[in-house]
């Protein structure tokens, strides 16, 4: 199955930009969903399609995806966003769409 | 919009359990259905998959619950079900229902549900 990798940790500072990687062979090539998690609740879905953003989520939360990486970017970060964030992979194969290990987001 | 899980407790090995997801605020018919699942301190892993029934109310499974577990709606009561038998040890998380946003293949899940922890063990 599809194999994807995520950091276990990215710390940043408030009101910085933090960068959450999810790496996997020609990931480019497919659809990526990014979740947030945070302390005692269900996740809640961040971007979708790799960019596009449900209503509710702020702005300084976006996406890219692009050759081995995809990426969420949360700009502005403030300590409210500090989370779990999974990335899921959408594939043709169930067997190959993965979620990510996850990354916990610090602000520091 | 509103998921409710229902159904988990603790279950011995080998033994089976049912799980519901009653849903409203939307046109339960109109959506396919998820379960995904966390263990405790793990991450999440997708489970199951039914679609709506104008695609046929086909389902997907994970490799690792395949022919345990059974995915099944009631449209007119607007629940999901999900069956699961020869429970194991690993099978121990919390099983969120998930609005599904796919049509023939599962794909991103919006609202998730509160989550029903399912506890195997003797």
């Known amino acids: 199955s599809y194999v994807v990798t995520q950091p276990p940790s990215v710390s940043v500072a408030p009101g910085e930009t933090a960068k959450i990687t999810c790496g996997g062979n020609?990931?480019?090539?497919?659809?990526v969903h990014w979740y947030q998690q945070k302390p005692g609740q269900a996740p809640v879905v961040v971007i979708y399609?790799?960019?596009d953003r449900p209503a509710g989520i702020p702005e300084r939360f976006s996406g890219s995806n692009s050759g081995n990486t995809a990426t969420l970017t949360v700009s502005r970060v403030e300590a409210g966003d500090e989370a779990d964030y999974y990335c899921?992979?959408?594939?043709?194969?169930?067997?190959?769409?993965?979620f990510g290990g996850g990354t916990k987001l610090t602000v520091l | 919009v509103q998921l409710v899980e229902s159904g988990g407790g603790l279950v011995q090995p080998g033994r089976s359990l049912r799980l519901s997801c009653t849903t409203s605020g939307f046109t339960f018919a109109d959506y396919p259905m998820s379960w995904v699942r966390q263990a405790p301190g793990k991450g999440l892993e997708w489970v199951a998959f039914i679609t709506s029934k104008p695609y046929g109310g086909t389902t997907e499974y994970a490799a690792s619950v395949r022919g345990r577990f059974t995915i099944s709606r009631d449209d007119s009561k607007s629940i999901a079900y999900l069956q699961m038998s020869s429970l194991k040890a690993d099978d121990t998380a919390v099983y969120y229902c998930?609005?599904?946003?796919?049509?023939?293949?599962?794909?991103?899940?919006?609202?998730w549900g509160q989550g029903t922890l399912v506890t195997v063990s003797s």
């Open positions: 020609n990931i480019g090539s497919k659809s």
């Open positions: 399609y790799d960019t």
């Open positions: 998930v609005r599904d946003h796919g049509s023939t293949l599962p794909t991103w899940f919006d609202p």
């Open positions: 899921r992979v959408w594939e043709r194969s169930v067997d190959d769409m993965v």
